[in-house]
């Protein structure tokens, strides 16, 4: 089965520093989203792509998150400077739309210490 | 703005028993709703949609749900629950013509053998 690869799979790191989230949505798939998801606040959306052109990022932190499509097959989820409310677990999903569905990736859970 | 609410932070059933999980949705149009489930560690994965049409749609894994517009809910049901049916099932509803997937805190299920 195809599938949304994340990496990495877990990340710790110091309060300050970069962290880059890396997507590799499925081959063909011309929508992608970035959810984060907290035990407090669930699932949210932070941004999503249609044809690698940011469609909404109203859900992101501007100050410090910033998410690009460099090409069709990779996405990436950036955060400088981090902050331990960051940590959470972080999906990237990938589809051709609504009425088809989206397929998530694993997450990649981030630990802001 | 929009919300789905899923009363049930936790619910456990034996094995073999029937299985309703309920969700209610907050939208003025007729939405476009989901299921997702998601076992430990991975990520979410579609079991059923409604957009239109019949309000009893089948999914995968056994799974059904019944939209009823009057209740506004959207309730996922399994006549018999297995034991790898234990897992986190999350309610989503779609914004009008919008792709942005709006979730609910989710149901942890839990199966007892």
């Known amino acids: 089965d195809a599938r949304v690869t994340q990496t990495p799979r877990d990340k710790v790191t110091e309060m300050g520093q970069e962290v880059t989230m890396r997507c590799q949505p499925i081959l063909g798939h011309n929508t992608v989203f970035w959810y984060r998801q907290t035990m407090m606040q669930g699932l949210e959306l932070l941004a999503y792509f249609r044809n690698r052109a940011p469609l909404d990022d109203s859900g992101m932190p501007k100050d410090r998150f910033s998410a690009e499509m460099p090409d069709a097959t990779l996405a990436t989820l950036k955060i400088q400077p981090s902050e331990p409310r960051d940590s959470a677990v972080y999906f990237c999903?990938?589809?051709?739309?609504?009425?088809?569905?989206?397929?998530f990736g694993s997450g990649t859970r981030l630990t802001v210490v | 703005a929009q919300s789905v609410t899923q009363p049930d932070i936790h619910i456990t059933v034996s094995e073999g028993a029937s299985l309703e999980l309920r969700c209610n949705y907050s939208y003025g149009a007729t939405p476009y709703l989901f299921w997702y489930v998601q076992s430990p560690g991975q990520g979410l994965q579609l079991l059923l949609k409604?957009?239109?049409?019949?309000?009893l749609v089948q999914g995968i894994k056994g799974f059904e749900a019944e939209f009823k517009r009057s209740q506004s809910s959207f309730n996922l049901r399994k006549p018999s629950v297995h034991w790898s049916d234990a897992a986190e099932y999350f309610c989503a509803v779609a914004q009008g013509g919008s792709e942005k997937l709006v979730f609910g805190k989710g149901t942890k299920l839990t199966v007892n053998p």
């Open positions: 409604y957009f239109s049409g019949d309000t």
């Open positions: 999903a990938s589809g051709w739309g609504l009425f088809y569905g989206y397929t």
